[in-house]
T-cell receptor
């Protein structure tokens, strides 16, 4: 079974631009969560989607948003990029919502200049 | 109350030795405790996980010990190998939201 895939793997953007990242979960998984990883703040939860609905949201500004499609694929969008948004953005999938095993993708490395 | 504290920040072990990483939490609502292993340039990989109704879980060379009353849990890596050199994260969740520890950089010397 294929793992979680994320595209693109690397991205360079300029301050003020917006960016969209994509995540395809493991086949059969219906829950997708997004995390931001930085050297200073570690791994932080952004939001979780299940059945196309946002179920949970972390403490990030409204510039960070996401959505999930009927095939469970998910996208996250960051508008008006700031230098501090440079990070590894990780997507994790689980078969359902709740405290179950989450499997991470390789991440998208976003650099904001 | 949502924090998970992890120690040590870095750990150096000789090949064949035991690596021990500790985590502590405050939120008693946490009901799922996974450990992840991350290599440079890769996403975290699920190693092993435990629920609070069990005090110990072993999978191969990896063992989680869980102390519910102390709100602490630890990862033991037996017979540590150079290939185990990576960053290890503990985490806790109630629901789908994982709260991660700060990470431990493990180096296993040959």
């Amino acid at each position: 079974k294929a793992g979680v895939t994320q595209t693109p793997r690397y991205l360079i953007k300029t301050r003020g631009q917006q960016v969209t990242l994509s995540c395809s979960p493991i086949s059969g998984h219906r829950s997708v969560s997004w995390y931001q990883q930085t050297p200073g703040q570690g791994l932080q939860f952004l939001f979780e989607y299940f059945s196309e609905t946002q179920r949970n949201k972390g403490n990030f500004p409204g510039r960070f948003s996401g959505r999930q499609f009927s095939n469970s694929r998910s996208e996250m969008n960051v508008s008006t990029l700031e230098l501090g948004d440079s990070a590894l953005y990780l997507c994790a999938s689980s078969w359902t919502e709740g405290p179950y095993e989450q499997y991470f993708g390789p991440g998208t490395r976003l650099t904001v200049t | 109350q949502q924090q998970v504290k992890q120690s040590p920040q870095s750990l150096i072990v000789q090949k064949g030795g035991i690596s021990i990483i500790n985590c502590a939490y405050e939120n008693t609502a946490f009901d799922y405790f996974p450990w992840y292993q991350q290599f440079p340039g890769k996403g975290p990989a699920l190693l092993i996980a435990i629920r609070p109704d069990v005090s110990e879980k072993k999978e191969g060379r990896f063992t989680i010990s869980f102390n519910k009353s102390a709100k602490q849990f630890s990862l033991h890596i037996m017979d540590s190998q150079p290939g185990d050199s990576a960053t290890y994260f503990c985490a806790a969740s109630s629901g789908s939201r994982l709260t991660f520890g700060e990470g431990t950089q493990l180096t296993v010397n040959p």
